[in-house]
DNA sequence: CTGTTAGCGCGTTCAC
DNA sequence: GTGAACGCGCTAACAG
């Protein structure tokens, strides 16, 4: 391994000098900088990281932490997304992206103590909002710095979170339902734990409220995501004795069970009944018939948050702050005027 | 931050007896491991990666790289998978994952680079195998650990890695649809440069050979990954004066553009058209038909990869071998017998 | 502008 | 069984 020494004794200058040059310091002369960096050059000098981050206190590196239950989670194309997000900046910033699972939340929450407390990384992304969360406990308690993607149980204004306006995205889309005519709209929605579900779910109830519809409860369903829970939710919706012609279904890949269980039953789409959904993963532009949906900007979600978190970790100083990510609505084949 | 020497004040024995304590060393008394655990406990003492990588010139942590065109490539469901199957043995391991992507090979060749002359990590998975792989080029230079996921362009034997056999996959899929009658059977592949394309149409040929059927060069089709590809190659097929009854696809995601198209076009499938896919990825049972489908397990892929990795990390001299994951055939909805 | 010195936190001799 | 001393590769004062 060529070391800071070698290139020394190569220059015949001393090895702070060149660890000058490597930093760019402005007082050394163009003529050694250039001398240093030839010789660098020459022998193939890299430094190493290790040294470095022991006297710097400074990784350049961040670490993005999964949701625990990372069986199902990485079944949502949202995670590949995010990290392509994520990834850009971290390349582009010359930082490093260390990925963390664990099955458990116990075994995450370990992980993480790990990663703080052994300096592994500068920040953190966790790639998920939960209730109560310890992970978030522990970092808040040791003010370590990261950021959330998604929307912080509590404590809104003093935990730097990306998120879109899902109230916004949820009460337009569902208008786009009303303007086309519909008036028995459903909504089907994630767990009522996760904010996007809730956040998503009071649009499509002010939309309707705005546009004096009546709102029946049992239009609106909660259940897990993917298939089951589609499938289970549209057979729900299907035995109303008034069917909706129009459902708001919180993410794609939900709404693909539900297409396919209202295929099984011989439910036209959009002929019978409307659909749109929220995230615009490719899925959606694939399905038949290709979904209306919010693009939310996964990547932009991603990204973003990398960004702040570079930022924070580099001033600890920087207040915390709520990034919002426009969305956009892509409108595709799955929704039709009514009647 | 509490470092070694803190736990050997608060015991009164010297940093170097708390460093045998945590290396496990046995010629330490159990008083005095007693003593200085506790201790640590106590203080919140965590061990600093930088400072023991510096010295042990190991970091218990390993790279992935991911495929040039981060782009298209994490729309794929593959990637999230994989990770994952790596994510658990890096996990349980207690090693940490790093990953690394980059927009254009010559980005992602210096991000692989530094990496290795930063040591950043112990070893390297590829995630993907390309036709004249400059990071292979460069890790073999340098004899850097790595494990490839899939096929290596040559030297098959001097590269560790890890795949499926393709071939028989291939071949029993294909099979399959002849048991079942099908005599006109067409083949949509992904580049003709991977190797996965290139196995599995060998497969396909082969047994279409062993039925003494013959292959017609038109039902073979190579095009690129995703709808865009799907839809071309089925038009193409469709256009044909004799139609194919059965279709080997060689990824899920191609087969979703494929069955859409087929269904614009009016073709029941499996009614008129049968259909069997690869990958097994989480769609295929979400398509409507259900897909049959080789369940390429790539979870265990990515599982074994890591795992073969981590053992060349710790013992150089373990000669590098080939991993073969099982495949399962999964049965659903999209063959039928024909006529 | 550049060299010298002193650690960063830890593992590893080599003594005792 | 344990301590002292040294060095991993690098940066950051302090000199000059």
Redesign the interface.
Known sequence: ?VTIKDVAKETGVSPSTVSRVIADNPRISPDTKQKVREAMERL?Y??????R??VAKS?K?IG?I?PSS??KA??N?F???V??GI??VI?ER?Y????????TEQ?ILE?V???V????VDGLILLYSRVEDPVVAFLEERDFPYVMIGKPFDRLEEITHVDNDNFMAGKQITNHLIARGHEKIAFIGGSKDLFVTRDRESGYLAALADADLPHHEDYVIHTEF??SGGKEAVEQLLSLPIRPTGIVVTDDLMS??V??TL??SGVQVPGDISLVSFNNV??S????PALTTVDINIYELGAQSARALIERTVDKTIPPKRIIVPYTIIYRGSVKEYP
Chains 1, 2 share one sequence.
């Open positions: 391994m193939g890299h430094t190493n990281i290790h040294a981050n022991l990784t590196a993005a999964m990372a069986n990485l079944q194309p995670f590949p997304e990290l392509r990834g850009s390349h010359q490093s992206l260390t990925l963390s699972s664990g099955e075994e992980e103590q790990r990663m407390f052994g300096s592994y993917l298939k693909l069970g297409l396919s295929e099984e490719y899925l532009e694939i399905t038949r």
